[in-house]
T-cell receptor, first 113, second 115 residues
Framework: DSGVTQTPKHLITATGQRVTLRCSPR?????VYWYQQSLDQGLQFLIQ???????AKGNILERFSAQQFPDLHSELNLSSLELGDSALYFC????????????FGQGTRLTVV | AQTVTQSQPEMSVQEAETVTLSCTYD???????LFWYKQPPSRQMILVIR??????QNATENRFSVNFQKAAKSFSLKISDSQLGDAAMYFC????????????FGKGTSLLVTP
């Protein structure tokens, strides 16, 4: 158990819909990262929050957004979903950067039908 | 943006043998960190080993060791005495302060361990 909790584990939704994925980081970790893993794109960094503020952006679509709340949990919002958004979405947390380990949650498997 | 390349989509090793997974990266930065993550069928991402760029000594964690060649921008993973439980996808990853310490992953190498 990494200490990072993601809910839900599985999500099936229709094209055009909007979903919210939730992540609770390890106790004490201020940084939260979101990643998307798909067969064609591999593991891609989407966005990072540090203590409530957006810190870095990766290949995140405009239809996607995220936020980190005062209790440090984070939500990733995916809207106007397309079939190609079907993927495994990971959340990871760490204390700070550098050599510190990023601990990954179990992921949310999103299927868009 | 930094590019991480894993040129071996699949590798196979016999139990108890040694296998080396390759990783190269492209960067102009001098301060960065390199990682190997393992992803078994459960999909959980598990840190295997990590290396700081400014440390010349290669990192070792039990049966896992790396060959870090900074000038060549190479970071290979050696697994000794392979076990059936080592079968998984292995991802090489790069991290630096310029990208907020986000991990930049390679495409992965699928390792099969045969009895």
């Amino acid at each position: 158990d990494s200490g990072v909790t993601q809910t839900p584990k599985h999500l099936i939704t229709a094209t055009g819909q909007r979903v919210t994925l939730r992540c609770s980081p390890r106790s004490g970790d201020l940084s939260v990262y979101w990643y998307q893993q798909s067969l064609d794109q591999g593991l891609q960094f989407l966005i990072q929050y540090y203590n409530g503020e957006e810190r870095a952006k990766g290949n995140i679509l405009e239809r996607f957004s995220a936020q980190q709340f005062p209790d440090l949990h984070s939500e990733l919002n995916l809207s106007s979903l397309e079939l190609g958004d079907s993927a495994l979405y990971f959340c990871a947390s760490s204390v700070v950067g550098g050599m510190t380990e990023a601990f990954f949650g179990q992921g949310t498997r999103l299927t868009v039908v | 943006a930094q590019t991480v390349t894993q040129s071996q989509p699949e590798m196979s090793v016999q139990e108890a043998e040694t296998v080396t997974l390759s990783c190269t990266y492209d960067t102009s930065e001098s301060d960065y960190y390199l990682f190997w993550y393992k992803q078994p069928p459960s999909r959980q991402m598990i840190l295997v080993i990590r290396q700081e760029a400014y440390k010349q000594q290669n990192a070792t964690e039990n049966r896992f060791s790396v060959n870090f060649q900074k000038a060549a921008k190479s970071f290979s993973l050696k697994i000794s005495d392979s076990q059936l439980g080592d079968a998984a996808m292995y991802f090489c990853a790069y991290r630096s302060s310029n990208s907020g310490y986000a991990l930049n992953f390679g495409k992965g190498t699928s390792l099969l361990v045969t009895p």
